[in-house]
């Protein structure tokens, strides 16, 4: 007899079922309460931050002349005091809370189904905060993402979502995350599409606007209707000046390029040194320590040099006639102190100090061109504001993210022409000189090709063997004319493959160089061999290349088949691949997938009858490995045959302990706790699974 609490939780979990039957329901119920939790996790991290700058120096964003009073050994000791504290969090619980956070969800995303541990946004919410309180040269936004992002797919792992869903309540994180700090919706919406999925086609778009805009509301019920920087009016003093801004984007892109090498350089640098990770941290706060001593302008997340640059305000010690001199130390010591709080292993993002590299160099750009054209041109303000947009735009390679985030900042339509002007030659300059931005080269350098589309993933995972037709037409190179026409007529390929009497492939003999022949077959007939008709230039594959591999030779050689020969046994021919055959299995590897994301993972949510009915004749369901099972593979087992079901994926644990999925061939073998997900009629999988 069930308990009341089971009869509870069952009644609960059919009110969830048929809550979950309306799709459009349910995603805009979950996509408000991301947005929710994200925002409270953006307003958070900014309480947090300031609660540790209060606690470690007094006062808030680190003003100068509460850094002017502060002894030069504190400018040491509270730095590295904070690094401490951050490298053991990070180090003991949750690693992937180290570094700047977007790539972490860009990996998420790309290689684990959007599942990231829960434990994360609480990890990187306290790691970064107390990281920036403590003066670490980096910026809240890119944690402020991790956090949203991890809330997304907790929630997604909560109400075991399939791996389509997952990703999507990923990117309505990331999306209220940039949305909540920056004021800017639009903009965090766009960045989820741009930057996080990576794909404008994305179906399930509305539920990132909503979180997005709940974010937006949540921050500004909160901390007020405030944008994150307070810009000045713009206009356009002289049509000249869009040249002028075109210039600022070449020096930006410039700059950008440097940002992304100098951060990678002393990731690598930090990487190589043979010391605990956390003493490593320790070192970079020492360092920045040290910097700040000399230039405290990059302690934190820089909000309020980058406000009074936007401003016109003189902060350099050197004087207004010198204010680009300092603008350029600004931008080259920044570079050098993001990259050692993120490269020692420090907590925190990318995004703020981009800002304020860019902000710099635009400002210094400016004040050169004022000086120079004064009535053609506005003081340095814009230009500072133009630059912060187009670092942003090329190091993330996200123009249209940066371009929306600063015209909802500023709400000024005149603002948009040089943005877009700065931004898109300051991004196709960066792209040209390095195709992978600052996010993604940080998952290439972790062997993750974000680039690498899906139908040439797929293509890699497939084999030559797989499709190997066993059957060529196999000729002597003695063969007379006229058997070789009816050895054409006798079969259905285009051409046939000559062999020398070792049974060494020598060389091919196509159906249009027969057809010439035929006029003349009665005189030709018994004087013309197929040696006389071979083309020795033939390209012949191996049996375990990719048909990647083999679809590259396809467009390279303008051929419909090709020759398969065995490996180590010189040119002896086992077989052939045609151009169609090629693209039959990618059609049905294509919907295999497809039926796996959309209905295999929901299979979990059925723990009591773990079966989806997907028509009426045939079902999915997942199924334990038997002990008779292991160590077999899907060959040797041949359940197709045996029990008429067809195993679509494999589920298995990971090296990490999460679970994975793997699309198998028939080659994979069966290991203890895999699970199979099969297709079949329901008599079929019954009967596999009383086996």
């Given at each position: 007899m069930p308990s009341i609490f089971a009869k509870i939780k069952i009644a609960l979990f059919r009110q969830f079922l048929k809550f979950r039957s309306t799709e459009t329901v349910f995603m805009v119920a979950m996509a408000i309460a991301i947005g929710l939790l994200a925002g409270f996790?953006?307003?958070?991290?900014?309480?947090?931050?300031?609660?540790?700058?209060?606690?470690?120096?007094?006062?808030?964003?680190?003003?100068?002349?509460?850094?002017?009073?502060?002894?030069?050994?504190?400018?040491?000791?509270?730095?590295?005091?904070?690094?401490?504290?951050?490298?053991?969090?990070?180090?003991?619980?949750?690693?992937?809370?180290?570094?700047?956070?977007?790539?972490?969800?860009?990996?998420?995303?790309?290689?684990?189904?959007?599942?990231i541990r829960p434990r994360v946004a609480l990890v990187k919410l306290l790691a970064s905060s107390l990281y920036i309180g403590a003066g670490g040269s980096v910026g809240r936004e890119g944690p402020v993402i991790q956090i949203g992002s991890a809330i997304g797919s907790t929630l997604g792992q909560l109400f075991r979502l399939n791996p389509?869903?997952?990703?999507?309540?990923?990117?309505?994180?990331?999306?209220?995350?940039?949305?909540?700090?920056?004021?800017?919706?639009?903009?965090?919406?766009?960045?989820?599409?741009?930057?996080?999925?990576?794909?404008?086609?994305?179906?399930?778009?509305s539920p990132i606007v909503i979180s997005a805009v709940v974010a937006t509301v949540v921050s500004r019920s909160m901390i007020g209707d405030f944008p994150a920087f307070?810009?000045?009016?713009?206009e356009l003093v002289s049509p000249v000046e869009l040249i002028f801004y075109a210039g600022?984007?070449?020096?930006?892109?410039?700059?950008?390029?440097?940002?992304?090498?100098v951060l990678y350089r002393f990731e690598d640098f930090f990487d190589d040194l043979p010391i605990h990770d956390i003493l490593k941290t320790v070192i970079g706060g020492v360092v920045i320590g040290c910097v700040g001593i000399f230039v405290p302008q990059i302690f934190g997340v820089g909000y309020h040099a980058t406000n009074a640059v936007l401003h016109h305000e003189t902060i350099s010690p050197f004087g207004p006639d010198l204010l680009w001199l300092f603008l350029i130390l600004l931008t080259l010591v920044k570079i050098f102190a993001t990259s050692v709080s993120l490269g020692s292993g420090g907590s925190g993002g990318v995004f703020a100090p981009a800002l304020f590299i860019g902000a710099m160099t635009g400002g210094a750009f400016g004040e050169v061109i004022h000086n120079y054209f004064p009535t053609m041109s506005a003081h340095s303000g814009p230009y500072a504001l133009v630059g912060m947009a187009a670092l942003v735009a090329s190091s993330t390679h996200a123009p249209i993210t940066a371009i929306l985030i600063i015209f909802e900042m500023t709400n000024d339509y005149k603002i948009i022409l040089p943005l877009m002007i700065s931004c898109v030659i300051a991004t196709l300059l960066t792209t040209r000189l390095q195709k992978e931005s600052i996010y993604s080269l940080k998952l290439l350098r972790r062997g993750i090709d974000l680039f690498g589309n899906r139908e040439v993933n797929i293509l890699r995972s497939l084999k030559v063997q797989d499709i190997l037709r066993t059957d060529p037409v196999v000729i002597p190179a003695s063969m007379p004319l006229s058997r070789l026409i009816d050895t054409f007529l006798g079969c259905h390929y285009n051409q046939l493959f000559v062999v020398d009497r070792n049974e060494r492939l020598i060389g091919r003999i196509t159906l249009s160089e027969v057809r010439k022949l035929i006029q003349d077959q009665e005189y030709l007939a018994d004087i013309v061999i197929a040696h006389d008709l071979i083309n020795s230039q033939v390209v012949s594959i191996h049996s375990t290349d990719s048909l990647d591999q083999v679809m590259r030779i396809f467009g390279r050689h303008a051929v419909e088949e090709l020759p398969v020969v065995k490996a180590g046994n010189g040119k002896s021919i086992m077989g052939l691949v045609s151009y169609r055959d090629v693209m039959e299995a990618y059609n049905r590897e294509l919907i295999r997938r497809d039926l796996v994301t959309e209905t295999g993972a929901n299979i979990q949510l059925l723990e009591k009858t773990p079966r989806i009915e997907v028509t009426k004749t045939f079902s999915l369901a997942e199924i334990p490995v038997s002990m008779r099972f292991e160590g077999k593979s899907l060959t040797d087992l041949d359940l197709r045959n045996n029990y008429d079901v067809n195993v679509l994926v494999i589920r298995r644990k990971g090296e990490d302990g999460e679970k994975e999925e793997v699309v198998p061939t028939p080659k994979t073998t069966v290991q203890r706790g895999d699970t199979l997900i099969v297709l079949g009629r329901d008599q079929d999988i019954q009967r596999l699974q009383n086996q």
């Open positions: 996790g953006a307003v958070g991290i900014q309480w947090c931050i300031r609660f540790f700058q209060h606690q470690f120096w007094g006062a808030e964003e680190f003003p100068p002349e509460l850094l002017a009073s502060i002894p030069w050994y504190m400018k040491i000791l509270i730095p590295t005091v904070g690094s401490l504290l951050v490298g053991a969090i990070v180090y003991f619980f949750a690693r992937e809370a180290k570094g700047h956070g977007v790539p972490e969800v860009m990996q998420a995303i790309a290689v684990r189904n959007g599942v389509q869903r997952v990703k999507i309540f990923v990117a309505c994180g990331a999306s209220a995350g940039i949305a909540a700090a920056f004021n800017a919706p639009i903009g965090g919406a766009l960045f989820s599409v741009e930057v996080i999925l990576g794909d404008f086609a994305v179906s399930q778009f307070l810009v000045p009016h713009y600022l984007g070449l020096l930006i892109g410039l700059t950008a390029l440097l940002y992304i090498r």
